[in-house]
């Protein structure tokens, strides 16, 4: 009979010591086991305490975070696709590299089939926030444009959250197959984008490119209204492809004196949104849960929780991008962030200190840390998270914008990188001050939008050069006699 039970034999009984319980091998071993061997072993048998260095594992970040580092290489091939060929091509080729990836992940059979996954996931990943910003801000209507691209960050939101999801419930599949539902589930969102390629028509801006006038007044009365006046419009985008058509290296033309403005927020923007830590409590959001205390299953649900916070949050930033403006939403969630990010690092430091040693947490003091972690994804969710994206997608000229948008893909990718690669190691070893670093960094990014950042709310984006004109700084730099003067390193500097 099932059950724990007593073997009886000539009146002699043996108790096998043991309860009933809800174990199974569950499929997240079984991946790490058939695929990081190394790394099984190694958190089979640790049995350290200490709660800033026991996930420290470079071989399984390695692997997370070769996904960036494939979509920092990749978005500057598609750069060239998206100026030549077009947005909508650039996007094509991304869902469909995307796709490819996830099915090699799905059917992987060894480490190399997993590994080249990924990478093909980085190249979709690459073409993906290269060309769909830009699609947007350029169909989109300048008094609609935040909204419509924030909902490029909604997208990125909802499969952070679905993924928490599907993650959660193929961990908990009988078979050892779950992981590969896990990771085949990638292929979902690369099929809708393959497909919405294959719908969507051409940017006006990109077919006036191309000569195709004609074709670009039609296309941008259909997306504007058919009742709509788009003389004006139109005109101005024609005035921006001539522009287009004297530039014949716009990668040289970016280090150009009046584009600098352009490109130090094209630098700067993601690489302060990578540095805001969320990242940390996202992508790592089980190894951070466990490492306060929780235990395997309760740092998934953790996970969905930030995850739901990240997408309801979202909406308040497609509400207010066009009404409230992008540096408001910047400013407020900074001030937000910074609240929160200093009391995690003041809750962790608390518990654990510089031993790190484990303390038990009580259920109120862990309510606290992941409720400051939820307020702190919110504020990022409604400002930083998809502000990162939208501003530096629509301050550049078209005769630069796709080359610009690429510096972008790839500073975020490579600071992404960095960050999921080095966050373990320097968790071990700066403790919780890591998060006060994080602290610092949300105070001086805060401090720089207030100075540096002008509003681009309700601008038509070939008439975003005047935000650069009337700035108090920025004005030095795009005076009217620009004489094409290049950056020198003294300047750099």
Not at 260 to 282: E, H, S, Y
Request: proline share 3%; aromatic share 12%.
């Amino acid at each position: 009979m099932a059950g724990g039970g007593i073997l009886t034999h000539g009146g002699a009984g043996k108790d096998y010591p043991g309860n009933l319980t809800r174990w199974r091998d569950v499929d997240g071993s079984v991946f790490l086991r058939k695929f990081f061997p190394s790394v099984y072993r190694k958190e089979a048998v640790d049995s350290s305490t200490n709660q800033y260095c026991k996930f420290n594992s470079q071989i399984l970040t390695l692997f997370t975070s070769s996904l960036y580092l494939a979509a920092l290489v990749a978005s500057f091939f598609a750069s060239m696709v998206t100026q030549n060929l077009g947005r909508k091509i650039s996007m094509f080729l991304g869902g469909l590299i995307f796709l490819c990836g996830a099915l090699l992940n799905a059917l992987a059979q060894n480490i190399s089939m997993l590994i080249i996954g990924r990478i093909l996931l980085g190249i979709g990943v690459g073409f993906a926030t290269q060309s769909v910003p830009l699609f947007v801000s350029e169909m989109a209507p300048h008094k609609y444009r935040g909204a419509l691209n924030v909902c490029f960050q909604l997208c990125i939101t909802v499969g952070i959250l679905v993924a928490n999801l599907v993650n959660y419930g193929t961990n908990m599949i009988k078979g050892n197959w779950g992981w590969r539902l896990s990771l085949g589930g990638a292929a979902v969102p690369a099929v809708l984008m393959v497909l919405s390629s294959l719908w969507v028509s051409e940017t006006p801006n990109f077919l006036i490119g191309r000569g195709n006038y004609s074709m670009a007044k039609r296309k941008l009365q259909r997306i504007r209204g058919v009742d709509v006046d788009v003389q004006a419009e139109f005109e101005d985008l024609m005035a921006a492809s001539e522009a287009l058509k004297q530039v014949k290296h716009p990668w040289s033309n970016l280090k150009m004196r009046k584009h600098r403005p352009q490109l130090v927020l094209a630098i700067l923007i993601p690489f302060f949104q990578q540095l805001t830590g969320i990242n940390v409590v996202m992508f790592y959001a089980p190894e951070l849960f466990k490492t306060i205390g929780f235990g395997s299953n309760a740092s998934l649900v953790s996970s969905a929780i930030t995850g739901g916070v990240n997408v309801a949050a979202t909406f308040l930033s497609i509400y207010g991008t066009d009404r409230w403006g992008r540096k408001k939403l910047f400013i407020g969630g900074g001030i937000v962030m910074l609240v929160f990010q200093s009391a995690v690092a003041a809750l962790i430091g608390t518990k654990f200190g510089f031993s790190g040693d484990a303390i038990e947490l009580g259920k109120s003091y862990s309510g606290v840390v992941v409720s400051c972690s939820c307020l702190f994804v919110a504020a990022f969710a409604c400002s930083w998270g998809p502000l990162g994206w939208l501003v530096p997608s629509e301050i550049f000229p078209l005769e630069i914008r796709s080359a610009g948008q690429s510096i972008v893909v790839a500073v975020n990718m490579l600071s992404t990188f960095v960050i999921a690669q080095g966050f373990l190691v320097a968790l071990c070893f700066a403790k919780y001050l890591l998060f006060v670093a994080f602290a610092v960094c949300v105070l001086v990014m805060t401090l720089f939008v207030i100075f540096f950042v002008p509003e681009t709310m309700n601008i038509p984006i070939e008439e975003m050069s005047r935000v650069w004109r009337t700035h108090w700084y920025w004005k030095r730099y795009v005076d009217e006699d620009d004489n094409g003067a290049r950056i020198s390193p003294i300047e750099m500097i």
